[in-house]
């Protein structure tokens, strides 16, 4: 069961260099999420994406854009990515009914130097 | 915007010890959730509370959806050395799931 998969595990980027953070899901959700881990810290939302065709700010969206391109997959874009930007990075998916339960995939380690 | 709070912000507790953790918000949800993070891994979900007053066990963990909507606790009785992780509370609307700053937990054997 892959469950929800994150590419790729590991980046480092220099400032002002760009990337895509690809995400899939096999469950058939319609919402799915982009968080981003800071040391001590916990969650924080990115965007997120209720179902295909649209996407909403979260917490903290700003140098971020994403792309829902179809059910299966969320992408989330760095145009310039800064140093503030070095975080873990992770994506969940869940059903989109309420009584449902997030599941999240690995993680994205992003260094940016 | 929704904010959650956790506490205690770590704890060090000896192997076989009870340990009890809160989480409150300034925000009403419709469900809680608790999920546990070891180091290099996504969190993984633990238990999921959908109603206000329910309580929930799953193995050595129980977990309380607070009847305000509020808040929720969770307790892990007699701690093994792979309890070690954070400890995260989410709390579920509609659209979003907003996480906690998180627990620390470190179990001495």
């Known amino acids: 069961n892959a469950g929800v998969t994150q590419t790729p595990k590991f980046q480092v980027l220099k400032t002002g260099q760009s990337m895509t953070l690809q995400c899939a899901q096999d469950m058939n959700h319609n919402s799915m999420y982009w968080y981003r881990q800071d040391p001590g810290m916990g969650l924080r939302l990115i965007y997120y994406s209720a179902s295909e065709g649209t996407t909403d700010k979260g917490e903290v969206p700003n140098g971020y854009n994403v792309s829902r391109l179809n059910k299966r997959e969320f992408s989330l874009r760095l145009e310039s990515a800064a140093p503030s930007q070095t975080s873990v990075y992770f994506c969940?998916?869940?059903?989109?009914?309420?009584?449902?339960?997030?599941?999240f995939g690995q993680g994205t380690r992003l260094t940016v130097v | 915007g929704q904010q959650l709070n956790q506490s205690p912000q770590s704890m060090f507790i000896q192997e076989g010890e009870d340990v009890s953790m809160n989480c409150t918000s300034s925000s009403i949800f419709n469900t809680w959730l608790w999920y546990k993070q070891d180091p290099g891994e996504g969190p993984v979900l633990l238990i999921a509370l959908y109603k206000a007053g329910e309580l929930t066990s799953n193995g050595r963990l129980t977990a309380q959806f607070g009847i305000t909507r509020k808040d929720s606790f969770l307790n892990i009785s007699a701690s093994i050395p792979s309890d070690v992780g954070i400890y995260f509370c989410?709390?579920?609307?509609?659209?979003?799931?907003?996480f906690g700053p998180g627990t620390s937990l470190s179990v001495i054997p």
């Open positions: 989410a709390g579920q609307d509609a659209d979003k799931v907003i």
């Open positions: 969940a998916s869940h059903t989109g009914t309420v009584n449902t339960e997030a599941f």
